[in-house]
């Protein structure tokens, strides 16, 4: 079982419209939202093994919120193949990584994030993928379970969505 946990990005600065969309910076919403989720990570124990990050600046940044919970102990691979990225490439990322790694936390963009969860998840808990295709908004996290042993054998379908939050969940 191979554990995949997506965090879209913290809500960024549409403040100076001249800043180039990679380099945007999270607004203090975001900082804020970004805390709380690494606060419910460590509550819940969902530590990864490593983290995929995008290398744009308002992931690096919400990577960063995390990182002052959580600890920087985590190997954290800053990717630039991650930015906007679609969700096949995305999941050809996954498939990359080494089987010594159980768990994953890959902090992205939508729309790859949501159509990712979307291709692996198998429907089984319809309340919470309903909330789940209703919207993942900034800083939202998923917690996906994936029936399968290898990284590589990662596929279409097969994978529970264990647990959908937003930040409103963690006030």
Not at 44 to 71: F, Y
Not at 86 to 110: F, P
Not at 146 to 154: E, P, R, V
Request: charged fraction near 30%.
């Amino acid at each position: 079982m191979k554990t995949i946990i997506l965090l879209r990005h913290a809500k960024s600065s549409w403040d100076d419209t001249s800043v180039d969309d990679h380099d945007r910076p999270l607004n203090q919403r975001g900082e804020r939202a970004a805390s709380l989720v690494a606060a419910f990570l460590r509550h819940e124990k969902l530590l990864p093994d490593v983290i995929l990050c995008s290398s744009a600046r308002r992931t690096r940044e919400t990577l960063a919120r995390l990182q002052a919970v959580i600890g920087d102990d985590i190997p954290a691979l800053i990717e630039d193949g991650l930015y906007l990225a679609s969700a096949g490439k995305l999941l050809d990322r996954l498939r990359g990584l080494g089987d010594d790694a159980a768990s994953v936390l890959l902090i992205g963009h939508n729309p790859g994030l949501e159509d990712l969860a979307a291709t692996l998840i198998e429907p089984r808990n319809a309340a919470l993928e309903e909330k789940l295709a209703a919207k993942f908004p900034t800083a939202g996290l998923a917690v996906l379970r994936a029936d399968s042993g290898t990284w590589a054998g990662l596929k279409r379908r097969n994978a529970r969505l264990d647990l959908f939050v937003i930040p409103k969940d963690l006030v």
